[in-house]
Nanobody, 120 residues
Framework: QVQLVESGGGLVQAGGSLRLSCAASGLTFGSYTGGWIRQVPGKEREFVAS????????EYADFVKGRFTISRDNAKKTVYLQMNSLKPEDTAVYYC?????????????WGQGTQVTVSA
């Protein structure tokens, strides 16, 4: 059974930082792309960042480039999202996701989501 368990969300002031973690279990870690997708109520989900677990190749949405950094610890089967210079518009539920061999455009697995709230 595949599980993705997120942690690290919370409330932060604009300009602050948070680090999200996603612990994966039940899948062959190196064959997947992992990452983060966020959703604001009433809006569509949007891609944030991804990383290929074996090669470490990363991709970012334009609106987070230079502010967010995705990384992974293969030994711990954990993906991280370091979020700096947070803005109120970053407020959303952040979902960890995993896709076999892809670019996180159509994830195979999802976490339960963690709320990130950035106050002005």
């Amino acid at each position: 059974q595949v599980q993705l368990v997120e942690s690290g969300g919370g409330l932060v002031q604009a300009g602050g930082s948070l680090r999200l973690s996603c612990a994966a279990s039940g899948l062959t870690f190196g064959s997947y792309t992992g990452g983060w997708i966020r959703q604001v109520p009433g809006k569509e989900r949007e891609f944030v960042a991804s990383i290929k677990w074996s090669a470490g190749i990363t991709e970012y949405a334009d609106f987070v480039k230079g502010r967010f950094t995705i990384s992974r610890d293969n030994a711990k089967k954990t993906v991280y999202l370091q979020m700096n210079s947070l803005k109120p518009e970053d407020t959303a539920v952040y979902y960890c996701a995993a896709e076999y061999g892809g670019r996180l455009s159509t994830p195979d697995y999802w976490g339960q989501g963690t709320q990130v709230t950035v106050s002005a």
